[in-house]
């Protein structure tokens, strides 16, 4: 991150401060700022050496809010969001039932004109993700949780990508896409590795990826991103749905999947009862499609990916340590998944990398196979990043080169060729699957830290160990009374 971003962020943040006295909060502030921010690039990509058509109405673009203050400048920016709102396409869903939360115009204003200030677009392709991952940080330090703490580390998406090795003229699908990382990395990739031509374009720009996201303000967001990358435009159907993936089998199939859902282990859907009375019940799905019925999310997810992946089509997906060795239908699940799909490899994750706590997580890389009386997983590669490894958010960032010697011992070339390693070790079909519940939680290096206090980590490292794992334990005490208070 150049000090030029640092310094951006560090303003914006600092005005959120200003906006906080007016009962403005951090999520009312960053979804004001997405919206002005992206009539300001909009703006600047509609001119040359760009000169792309945005769409947007004059009436209601970046410039239409120059030269106005006060209950003018208020009356105009209610009146852009709901207009914008109303426009057909990617355009209206951005803006979709948008409102004006800066109650004070000439805060409104300031706001406008530190935005005006800097030409975004000149700061590089990867600004607007710094910014937001930024806020992101500053937020999850600021009230420890809140939007964005599980927002997937950009370094390990690339180098998930990296792995994937995609092509052009394929399609992509990540069923809880936030904020779109997935698909701009997919897109800075083909476009630095691929000379392409006009179809090629073509066809990334407008059917390349599909995704779907819960979260309305999130949506805005990724479509946002979308559209500053170019892929669609504002006429466009949206490539982005706003709900919930898991409820069917949309019965599109794909041939890249890559995604990281969000963490949360059970499914759950708020209930009245006859009294009036409000309590969660868990959430299962239903589906022909599904080889076991569940509550627990992450399974459901893995079980979806799987339908939705074309025969020979490829996925990577992040997933918590629960989906390994959890038993009933979880071992059910892996049991299909590594007869059904060849199950290649898997990458131990470190503890550290999440704005949530308590997060231990892997990456399970998988491609789908036709139907066969053998199991079409020979053996599973897994590479330990976790063991002995320690990252923090604030003083030891995980970075691309954190995942260097990974991605080489995957190796996207052909990963037929592979060879062992002190992190990297194979297991074969038969050793995992006489494992009690076909666990694949497998770790085989040595922890320093047990027994050897001269090798024991920072304190600071430490102290937020400790921490993670009360968070854990936590987490599942809380699922748990969730669980009885279903049943009662």
Known sequence: ????????????????????????GYGDYLEQLTFLLFLKMADEYSKPPYSRDTHIPKKFNWPSLMGKT???????????????????????????????????????????QMINEESWIMLGTDVKGDIYEGLLE?????????AGQYFTPRALIAAMVECMKPEPMKTLADPACGTGGFFLAYYDYLAKNYKLDKVQKE????????GWEIVANTTRLCLMNLFLHNIGDMNSEPPITRNDSLISDPGKRFDYILTNPPFGKKSSV?????????????????????????????LNFVQHIRSILKIDGRAAVVVPDNVLFEGGAGEIIRKRLLTSCDVHTLLRLPTGIFYAQGVKANVIFFDNKPASKDPW?????????????????????????????????YNPENR??????????????????????????????????????????????LALEI??????????????????????
């Open 138 to 146: 500053k937020n999850a330090e600021d009230t420890k949780s809140g």
């Open 377 to 409: 997983t020979k053996e599973v590669w897994i590479y330990d990043l976790r063991t002995n490894i320690h990252f923090t958010l604030k003083t030891n960032r995980m970075n691309s080169e954190s995942l260097t010697d990974f991605v080489k011992c």
């Open 70 to 112: 006060g209950a003018e400048l208020e009356a105009h920016y209610i009146e852009l969001l709901q207009k914008l709102g109303e426009e057909k396409g990617m355009l209206g869903q951005i803006f979709f039932k948008a409102q004006n939360k800066i109650q004070d115009p000439a805060k409104l204003y300031k706001l406008i």
């Open 1 to 24: 991150m150049t000090d030029n971003t640092s310094s951006i962020i560090s303003k914006v943040w600092n005005f959120c401060h200003t906006l906080r006295d007016d009962g403005v």
């Open 270 to 298: 708020t209930v009245t009862n006859e009294e009036g009375e409000q309590k969660k019940e868990a959430l299962t799905y239903n589906r022909q499609d599904f080889w076991a019925t569940t509550s627990n999310k992450q």
């Open 416 to 461: 037929h060729k592979r060879k062992e390693s002190e992190r990297f070790k194979k297991f074969s079909y038969n050793e995992l699957t006489t494992r009690d519940k076909t666990n694949l939680d497998i770790f085989w290096l040595k922890d320093d830290s047990l027994g050897d206090m001269e090798n024991l980590p920072d304190p600071d490292v």
């Open 467 to 488: 921490v993670e794992n009360l968070e854990a334990g936590l987490n599942s005490f809380k699922e748990i009374v969730e669980s009885l208070n279903g049943k009662e």
């Open 203 to 210: 066809f990334l720009k407008y059917k390349t990826v599909t």
